[in-house]
């Protein structure tokens, strides 16, 4: 079910030490609710992401446990302190197993 | 005007009491903001806000499974708050309950009027 799931992120490339930024996080998902019928009437599995992670240089800054009611193409925005420069990372966990993973690096001067 | 069948409120009922285990909830330091009308319900921009959360609690109570998204909080969070896009099912209240590190829990609801439901079918 897993088709063309496509994470993009937007993150400053560089801050200054202790510096409060902005991330938004967008991926491209069914989130398949299970309340959808087809054609024939038989309702559509669910099949969703259920939980997304931000982690910066191994600690973490936000999780998100999902639930259906979140809309196709999950989207997020939220604040994150950067202590020094590294590696934000983000995971997303998809109901058939797929972990999908984007990094992106930050320079703090 | 939507009226809720008993065994939808008994589930949003549950769904609120397995976060906060029952406690009663105060209505200070937490920000809700939805849309007062949303036309379209499989995507309503929502923003929740509660400085000094553990973790925030979302829930639709008027759509077939209320639960929503728990957001928890780490160390690197510059601030207690985040935006998502939302379904909803129809007109209904949209409620975030916060859970404070003193083990105490706080509550805030609007109501979304929804032109065209969000859940299919």
Redesign the interface.
């Known amino acids: 079910m897993a088709d063309n799931v496509k994470p993009r992120v937007r993150v400053p490339r560089d801050a200054t030490a202790g510096e409060?930024?902005t991330i938004k996080t967008l991926i491209s998902h069914n989130m398949e609710?299970g309340?959808?019928?087809d054609d024939d009437g038989n309702i559509i599995p669910r099949s969703i992401i259920n939980r997304f992670t931000c982690?910066?240089n191994g600690?973490?800054?936000?999780?998100?446990?999902?639930?259906?009611?979140?809309?196709?193409n999950?989207?997020?925005?939220?604040?994150?302190?950067?202590?020094e420069s590294g590696t934000f990372t983000f995971t997303w966990y998809d109901d058939d197993g797929d972990v999908y993973t984007e990094t992106k690096e930050i320079t703090v001067s | 005007v939507a009226v809720l069948p008993v065994q939808a409120t008994a589930a949003v009922d549950e769904a609120i009491a397995a976060f906060t285990g029952g406690a009663e909830m105060g209505s200070e330091g937490i920000t809700l903001i939805a849309p007062e009308i949303a036309e379209n319900g499989?995507?309503?921009p929502i923003e929740v806000n509660a400085p000094g959360a553990e973790a925030i609690f979302i829930v639709?109570a008027g759509?077939?499974?209320p639960?929503?998204?728990?957001?928890?909080?780490?160390?690197?969070?510059?601030?207690q708050?985040?935006?998502?896009?939302?379904?909803?099912a129809g007109t209904q209240d949209v409620i975030a309950i916060a859970r404070m590190p003193d083990g105490s829990f706080v509550k805030a609801s609007q109501e979304v009027k929804v032109t065209i439901g969000?859940?299919?079918?």
Request: aromatic share 10%; hydrophobic share 45%.
């Open positions: 409060v930024i609710s309340q959808r019928r982690d910066f600690v973490n800054v936000l999780e998100v446990a999902m639930e259906p009611a979140i809309s196709t999950p989207f997020f925005e939220f604040q994150a302190t950067v202590p | 499989n995507t309503v639709a759509n077939p499974t639960g929503v998204a728990t957001f928890n909080f780490g160390p690197l969070a510059a601030a708050s985040g935006s998502t896009r939302i379904r909803l969000g859940c299919g079918g």
